[in-house]
């Protein structure tokens, strides 16, 4: 004969322990839990256009995608007010646009 033990805490969480049996026979190992996939970090994305000092009179700019968070200076996030432009990005962390 063999027992278990089923314990619940507050948050649900179903805990099953059991033990040998009376005869001294061992139980088998229960099989641990998978653990959760976790789902990715979403970065979000804008697109950004260099403009420098010396650069201000000419007509010739560069844009390029940069992390809200780790825009580089001199860069500067483009807003789209009159035209339809793709200005923001959000993707999965590792991702890149």
């Given amino acids: 004969m063999s027992w278990t033990v089923i ?4 948050s649900g969480r179903v805990t099953v322990r059991s033990g040998g049996t009376l005869t001294g026979e061992a139980m088998a190992e229960p099989e641990p839990e998978p653990k959760p996939k976790t789902e990715p970090k979403i970065v979000t994305w804008r697109r950004c256009v260099r403009i420098l000092p010396q650069e201000s009179g000419k007509q010739l700019f560069y844009l390029k995608w940069h992390p809200s968070g780790n825009i580089p200076q001199h860069w500067y996030p483009l807003e789209a007010q009159s035209q339809p432009i793709e ?4 993707l999965p962390e590792g991702q890149e646009p």
């Fill in 7 to 10: 314990e619940i805490d507050g």
């Fill in 87 to 90: 200005t923001i990005q959000q």
